[in-house]
């Protein structure tokens, strides 16, 4: 398989596959940042689920894909330093503020950046159009973070430094996306920088939940927080495996603007799921958000 997708990297099948990825690691994406804000405290939920992905991954890069070349171990450690920054801010930022109000801003600031830093690294150029695309995406991203601002009437007293913290879990989101490219455009097979940085990346949260949950007066039963666990690991490997994987085949920007469609679908799960109010603006802004998905993949 590893043969085949590397065939398709720079044609006009892997960009729709790219295409394909990003918008299932989207959807995925959406759903994993609800089971990390559902009822568990976000860095017990964030904990169990890196636990569980860095267990499920461990086989597979001990004993399945072919072992990392020497080159890769500084852009592992470099990986693992910034993913647990950004999931550091993005837990504080679930602590403070509602997961429709963070969501948004961490969405929204992440793919600007991103096509820059893809820009400097990769040397990707969008087009006047995509410009537009992005400017009416994140006018509807942005927009919904307004309007969540204005209208919210629970936890206002935190509701600042939830939003700096949404803001600066945002630029590591570009940080990410960018390095994490890099990293999977310089390993041999792609499936060995996957199972290898699944596997290292769930070395820190947990750790960092079992000094929470040691702090806490009512800790979770354990069955339910195992299934979410496992749960979230499992959906973790499909959404970020799925972006990791279309910012090889295809431009780094593009798969990262289109990701940030699981706005959309955050929103939906923020309804349907977790019960906050979605209203007739909230579902206008969401639509400029997909229209300037579509804007950005149509102008290139």
């Given at each position: 398989?590893s ?5 398709l ?22 759903v ?25 991954a461990?086989p597979?890069?001990l ?8 080159h890769?171990?500084?852009?592992f450690?470099g ?13 504080q ?5 509602a ?19 893809a ?15 992005v400017a ?13 601002l204005a ?5 206002r007293?935190?509701?600042?430094p939830?939003?700096?913290?949404a ?22 097979d ?8 699944f ?8 750790l ?18 195992i299934?979410?666990g496992i ?13 990791l994987?279309a910012t ?7 798969a990262?603007?289109l ?24 579902i ?8 300037g ?8």
């Amino acid at each position: 398989m590893s043969n085949w997708l590397i065939s398709l990297e720079g044609t006009e099948a892997g960009h729709q596959l790219a295409l394909a990825l990003a918008v299932m690691a989207a959807a995925l994406h959406a759903v994993f940042g609800a089971l990390q804000k559902g009822r568990h405290d976000p860095w017990i939920s964030r904990g169990a689920i890196d636990g569980a992905y860095g267990l499920m991954a461990a086989p597979f890069a001990l004993f399945v894909v072919p072992w990392p070349a020497p080159h890769l171990w500084p852009i592992f450690a470099g990986a693992w330093v910034i993913h647990t920054g950004y999931k550091l801010l993005q837990a504080q930022a679930y602590t403070k503020g509602a997961y429709t109000v963070v969501y948004p801003v961490v969405r929204g600031t992440g793919p600007l950046f991103t096509v820059i830093g893809a820009w400097l690294i990769f040397g990707e150029i969008f087009t006047p159009v995509q410009w537009l695309g992005v400017a009416v995406l994140l006018s509807g991203i942005f927009g919904l973070a307004l309007y969540n601002l204005a209208f919210l009437t629970t936890a206002r007293d935190t509701l600042v430094p939830a939003l700096a913290l949404a803001f600066g879990t945002g630029l590591f989101v570009a940080l990410y996306t960018t390095y994490d490219a890099y990293g999977i455009r310089a390993a041999a097979d792609p499936f060995t920088f996957l199972a290898w940085f699944f596997m290292i990346d769930g070395i820190a949260m947990p750790l960092l939940a079992l000094r929470h949950l040691r702090g806490m007066d009512r800790r979770p039963a354990p069955g339910p927080l195992i299934l979410r666990g496992i749960s979230g690991g499992l959906v973790a490997f499909f959404s970020f495996g799925a972006i990791l994987l279309a910012t090889r085949l295809d431009k780094v920007g593009e798969a990262a603007v289109l990701r940030e469609t699981s706005t959309v679908f955050a929103a939906l799960i923020g309804w349907l799921v977790l019960k906050e109010t979605v209203g007739p603006r909230r579902i206008a802004l969401m639509g400029l958000i997909a229209l300037g998905a579509v804007i950005v993949e149509m102008g290139g």
